[in-house]
Structures are given as C-alpha cells and as structure tokens.
C-alpha cells in the first residue's frame, strides 16, 4: 500500500517536472523546490506517516494556487499540478482510515444461574400465568373425557 502513496506522490512529481523549460513562467527555483516537498511527502507516505504527507500536500497545494494567482503558473499547468495533487490526497487520506476492526469470536460471558424456585410465591410463572391448576377442584371437568376418571 505504501509504494502505492510512494507512486503517486512521484507521478506528481514527474508532472512538476515539466514545469520548468523554455516555454513555461515558473522559473527553475520554484519547480526544484516544488519537486523536494512532492519528494518529502512520497518520503512520509512510504513510512507510513499520511498525516505529515497530508500536511506537506496541503502546503504545495496553497503555494501552487498561489503561484497561478501571482501569474507565476498558466492556468493549464495549474490544473494539472492541482490533479495530481488531488491524486495523492486520495491516496493519503484512504491510508489515514484505520481498518475496521474485526470482531473477536471469543466472548467471555458470566455464567447464568437460574434462580432458586421457593414455591412461596404463587403470583404465577415467569409468563405471568397463575398456575391454579394444584387448588382446582376438577370434578370431572377439564382434559378428562369420558370414561376416563383417572
């Protein structure tokens, strides 16, 4: 993942490159210094510190807009120096996302323990049915049928 940062932040820096030569305003000065802060961050990328890349591209990205405002930078130089940077961003800020965390399938749990039945309450079962079956008095009513008088 990491080389992947590393990658991107180069192609950036490969897109800077063209930035100097006879027929662009951004003097030589500001290209080279634009490349080592496009190096720092492929650097902080491939150690796995995306919130210093994130910092230094946020820096490059103010000093090129910067640059296109002073007319240092045609605005098609710009926009692709700009492209490129939302490139890394991505890149960068995808890696600043902790991965989800996966459940443990271990579940430590109390053991449950019915409680103890007293017969000293008679207000009903655990469903709130009274259970008058022991003081009825059947007289022949009820689930006998016929014949059975068991």
């Known amino acids: 993942m990491r080389a992947a940062f590393a990658a991107a932040a180069v192609a950036a820096v490969l897109t800077m490159a063209g930035c100097v030569g006879p027929k662009t305003e951004l003097d030589a000065q500001t290209s080279e210094q634009w490349q080592a ?74 053991p449950v323990v019915p409680a103890e039945d007293d017969d000293s309450n008679d207000e009903g079962d655990e469903n709130g049915n009274k259970d008058d079956k022991k003081e009825k008095d059947d007289k022949g009513k009820g689930d006998k049928g016929k014949g059975n008088d068991d």
Do not use: Y
């Not at 492929?42 to 820096?59: I, K, M, N, Q, R």
């Not at 960068?92 to 109390?110: F, G």
């Open 37 to 110: 802060q496009v190096l720092a961050i492929a650097e902080s990328a491939e150690a796995g510190d995306p919130a210093t890349a994130l910092t230094d591209l946020a820096a490059l990205e103010t000093e090129t807009t910067q640059a296109r405002s002073d007319g240092e930078i045609s605005a098609e130089r710009a926009a692709i120096i700009q492209q490129s940077i939302a490139a890394v961003r991505a890149d960068l800020e995808a890696a600043s996302v902790p991965p989800p965390t996966v459940p443990d399938d271990t579940v430590v749990t109390d």
